[in-house]
């Protein structure tokens, strides 16, 4: 079982949509959460962290259950700029490395 | 832009051989992680650099080596290429050996032939 896992999609969404993505992880003792954004062909680039209350960021809302190990991504009112690679990525322990394990991103393409 | 540069951006390189690629980490940032990115993959963590030594490693074998030098910069070398290495190579830096939150290099591009 991998680490961390994804639905790579491609999701096809219209402008205006809301799109949801979502992540499994295995290690129950993972203590930090988080979604990167990767452009083709470009560097992966922190989106936001995703804490146990939920956090949310304009149009984005990443939600994390620590109970089913399951962290989850929002984006509300797509916008074609938003199309990209979107990676959950999991902090495992030991807590005391900033080692982060990726999942295999989720693809998505936002139409006119 | 993140502050943290690596180089070469692309490199060709023939199977067998050796190869070296180097990072830059951000100003005031003491802590150097490598990753591979396959093709349709997500970065896979190759090791981590802190204090000039290596602070965990991940998955690969021994021909992938490492060093961190006293300004904090850090080298990858890769021994004995195999067609499998080519991918590209991240580089991320971080304030403090156990802070997350991770700025990446543009990456080097390495094609093995």
């Known amino acids: 079982r991998k680490e961390v896992e994804q639905d790579p999609g491609p999701f096809n969404v219209p402008e205006g949509a809301t799109v949801a993505f979502n992540c499994t992880y295995s290690?129950?003792?993972?203590?930090?959460f988080f979604w990167y954004r990767q452009d083709c062909r470009k560097e992966p680039k922190l989106l936001m962290s995703?804490?146990?209350s939920g956090n949310e960021d304009g149009r984005f809302t990443a939600q994390l259950n620590r109970a089913s190990q399951y962290i989850s991504l929002l984006i509300r009112d797509s916008k074609l700029s938003d199309s990209a690679t979107y990676l959950c990525?999991?902090?495992?322990?030991?807590?005391?490395?900033?080692?982060?394990?990726f999942g295999q991103g989720t693809t998505l393409q936002v139409k006119p | 832009e993140t502050g943290v540069t690596q180089s070469p951006t692309h490199l060709i390189k023939t199977r067998g051989q050796q190869v070296t690629l180097r990072c830059s980490s951000q100003?005031?940032?003491?802590?150097v992680s490598w990753y591979q990115q396959a093709l349709g993959q997500g970065p896979q963590f190759i090791f981590q650099?802190?204090?000039?030594?290596?602070?965990g490693r991940g998955n690969f074998p021994p021909r992938f080596s490492g060093l961190q030098f006293p300004n904090y910069s850090s080298e990858l070398n890769v021994n004995a290429l195999e067609l499998d290495d080519s991918a590209l190579y991240l580089c991320?830096?971080?304030?403090?050996?156990?802070?997350?939150?991770?700025?990446f290099g543009q990456g080097t591009r390495l094609t093995v032939v």
């Open positions: 290690n129950s003792a993972s203590q930090s």
């Open positions: 100003s005031g940032h003491n802590t």
């Open positions: 995703v804490y146990s």
């Open positions: 991320a830096s971080t304030l403090e050996v156990s802070n997350t939150e991770a700025f």
């Open positions: 650099y802190y204090r000039e030594e290596e602070n």
């Open positions: 990525v999991v902090n495992p322990p030991p807590s005391n490395t900033g080692k982060l394990i």
